[in-house]
T-cell receptor, first 111, second 113 residues
Framework: EAQVTQNPRYLITVTGKKLTVTCSQN?????MSWYRQDPGLGLRQIYY???????DKGDVPEGYKVSRKEKRNFPLILESPSPNQTSLYFC??????????FGPGTRLTVT | AQSVTQPDIHITVSEGASLELRCNYS??????LFWYVQSPGQGLQLLLK??????LVQGIKGFEAEFKRSQSSFNLRKPSVHWSDAAEYFC???????????FGTGTRLKVLA
């Protein structure tokens, strides 16, 4: 089954403790992206990647890192999480870079 | 700056009634246009897309959308709403050549039995 998977689905952590949210797709898509969803703000793009080793900033990249060492994986790294990064995070992939397939989401709480 | 506006935060319709959700964008050229649906606790699913050509596009679940260049709009419509359509709907634009993607703030649809 074609899908985008994210792990973990739920995470509660404390300020400053480094964490990684994994994202994997099995559709051989070159394009992958991360978004955060906050009430009243819709989804905002954090980072995106057009191919292996090629990444670029979206609208809200501060406090986040990404890497793309393999085509199928695109982890999101929070090196020092803060409470304002409490949010619902979505990973997406695409063949064209435009029609996107979304993962189920990761709900992160930073206390 | 590029932006997407969904002016209706909440919409309530009766089952069987018609539906129109509004979306306007601000961009110097014609972007690629999308509508996504998010059911409670779920990820987003693509309903329909517009890249070029025919300005009336058909999507899944009986939805359609019309691109109006003069109004910078891409409104979503459905002639008869079902209770299962209750969800949040997001309009999005992709900026050609940039891979940047901008979402609207969403419209939450409630369907009355």
């Amino acid at each position: 089954e074609a899908q985008v998977t994210q792990n973990p689905r739920y995470l509660i952590t404390v300020t400053g403790k480094k964490l990684t949210v994994t994202c994997s797709q099995n559709m051989n898509h070159e394009y992958m992206s991360w978004y955060r969803q906050d009430p009243g703000l819709g989804l905002r793009q954090i980072y995106y990647s057009m191919n292996v080793e090629v990444t670029d900033k979206g609208d809200v990249p501060e406090g986040y890192k990404v890497s793309r060492k393999e085509k199928r994986n695109f982890p999101l790294i929070l090196e020092s999480p803060s409470p304002n990064q409490t949010s619902l995070y979505f990973c997406a992939s695409s063949f064209t870079g435009y029609e996107q397939y979304f993962g189920p989401g990761t709900r992160l709480t930073v206390t | 700056a590029q932006s997407v506006t969904q002016p209706d935060i909440h919409i309530t319709v009766s089952e069987g009634a018609s539906l129109e959700l509004r979306c306007n964008y601000s961009y110097g050229a014609t972007p690629y246009l999308f509508w996504y649906v998010q059911s409670p606790g779920q990820g987003l699913q693509l309903l329909l897309k517009y890249f070029s050509g025919d300005t009336l596009v058909q999507g899944i679940k009986g939805f359609e959308a019309e691109f109006k260049r003069s109004q910078s709009s891409f409104n979503l419509r459905k002639p008869s709403v079902h209770w299962s359509d209750a969800a949040e709907y997001f309009c999005a634009v992709g900026l050609p050549g940039t891979y940047k993607y901008i979402f609207g703030t969403g419209t939450r649809l409630k369907v009355l039995a």
